[in-house]
């Protein structure tokens, strides 16, 4: 009879499966709800690696290979890991997947201290990471007093240097997400003057006489070259905060830490610009680039696309539906044309979503054809992006269709699988269904969604396929439905699957449950669509 020793580790993983922390970033209010969801998992699985050696060697790794921390008091949760990767050394080389919320506001803890700033500077000599000079006196070593003035600022920077510990302790991480307050990378005491220092952070006490002791950590951190996944967005600082924006010197740090990353999604807030001050150098890898919430001039997102290999995918979304955008930098026809001008990307690209506030759409050139681009598969565009031209004039409906179907079959490639048309026509709605199940010139379409409603999200809009090794993209084959072509309507709050020319009634969320959501975009926008740290998705929708 077979013993639970045995038993092989195939088995073992699927009786016990690690909790995986990452997926809940999103869904989980608090803190003390995340631990009620993980924590019986987690539990178990500990317990049973204490039953033998055997075990522990094989679940541990396994417990800790993805990571997130989240919520408010940042400053003892990252302490706290810190601590644990410094006395788990094998563990901390086995986390592959990293996500870090860097919240300064910290409301929990009592009035952040120079004990706090002196353990960082311990932990930082153990890891081999950089620490600040400035902050510390020449003579003695002991720490400069801090202006009661700027402790809030000091906060930020003591942010810095954590996540700059915890960097040198996971070297093997793959995916980083980080949501971080505006300013956290930015050189801002560097070049300054001793008095000039003092004026600014200290009180009464004289600080490094050197002046090469009065530099930044900025950018000393040695690169990761394991990560192909960066995500970064704002923390959840209110708008108002001078920090509450997303800096391109931030970007240009960050970069610096995945020099091979080749998906990157950034996030800002605001309409105020994030983009990175050295493209070229950094992005020389980059295949999949979303950009949310960071509205940029032609010639900003030219030279990010020109930074970047030949895309795969490609979204642009820059749209909400709470707020006023009075105009927008850039048109779908110009990014399309970036896009067609890029390298090999007519060939490469699989993925292309651009979603545009349709407040003045009537202004923006629209796509004239994206017939081009013969292996695109998912597109994602406002209605009058592709349709402008059909929508105006009181033409009949036998010429109406005529129109539509001229404009779709010179518009789209034939290599289509999934559809989404944002803000669609009414008036050619009736048309659609019977232009785009025309097989001849549509072979691969399988799926299509029209959208009405205003409160549209397409950054959690991801084709629901399994992951590709070869070009770490986030899109990528659909699957045939066995032949079906499906329409999904979506309605203000109700939607319907249109089959076969059968219409059948659902609720908009069980509709929602079959659109495999990017965790990476899911993440970014956490910050951005609520105020609070978490966002449920049901917000979101």
Known sequence: MATLNDLPPEIVYQMFPSPSLREQFCVINTDADLAKEIQP?????????????RYRHM??????????????????KLKCFIQ???????????????????????????????????????????????????LWHSEDGKLLQMSESRRSRTRILHLGILLEIVLSRVHGVQELGLAVPGGLFCDQYGPWSRNELDGLLWRGEPGPSDPLKIQTFRGVQQPLPNIKMLAVRPSCLPKSHPDATITP????????????????????????????????????????LTITETFLGEQKIRGMIQGCASLVSFKYLNSRAD??????PVSPEEIVTILREHQNTTTTLLTLCLDLNDWYRAEYEAIRSLSDFNNLENLWVDASTVLKKVKYGFFSRPEKHKRLTHKLSTSLPASIKRLHLA??????????????????????????????????????????????????ADQNDIGDNDGD?????????????????????EDIGDINKDTNLSYQERFI??????PSTMCTLGALW
């Not at 610096?256 to 493209?279: C, K």
């Not at 707020?323 to 927008?328: F, G, K, M, Q």
């Not at 926008?525 to 609520?530: D, F, L, M, Q, V």
């Open 323 to 328: 707020t006023y955008v009075p105009h927008w």
């Open 41 to 53: 998992s987690w539990s178990s699985a500990l317990s049973l690696s204490r039953t033998c050696k």
């Open 249 to 288: 010197l931030d970007l240009n740090h960050l970069l610096h830490f995945a020099p091979n990353a080749r998906s990157i999604f950034i996030a800002s807030r605001d309409g105020q610009p994030a983009s990175p001050l050295d493209t070229n150098s950094q992005w020389s890898n980059v295949t999949c």
């Open 59 to 76: 679940l541990v790794p396994e417990l800790y290979r993805n990571v997130s921390i989240h919520g408010s008091n940042s400053f003892q």
């Open 423 to 472: 803000g669609n026509e009414p008036q050619v709605r009736h048309n659609m269904c019977e232009v785009l199940t025309d097989c001849e010139k549509f072979p691969n379409l399988r799926l299509v969604e029209l959208e009405d409603f205003v409160r549209r999200f397409p950054e959690l809009w991801d084709p629901n396929e399994d992951d590709s090794d070869e070009d770490d």
């Open 84 to 134: 644990f990767l410094i006395n788990n050394k094998d563990i901390a080389l086995n986390i592959r997947s990293l996500y870090l919320h860097l919240d300064p506001s910290n409301t929990e803890t009592k009035n952040f201290t120079e004990a706090d700033l002196e353990w960082s500077h311990w932990a930082a000599r153990q890891s081999g990471a950089p620490s600040p000079y400035y």
């Open 525 to 530: 926008r956490a910050g951005i669509e609520s």
């Open 485 to 505: 072509l499906t329409f999904s309507a979506m309605n203000g709050g109700g939607g319907s699957y249109l089959q076969d020319g059968d219409a059948q009634e």
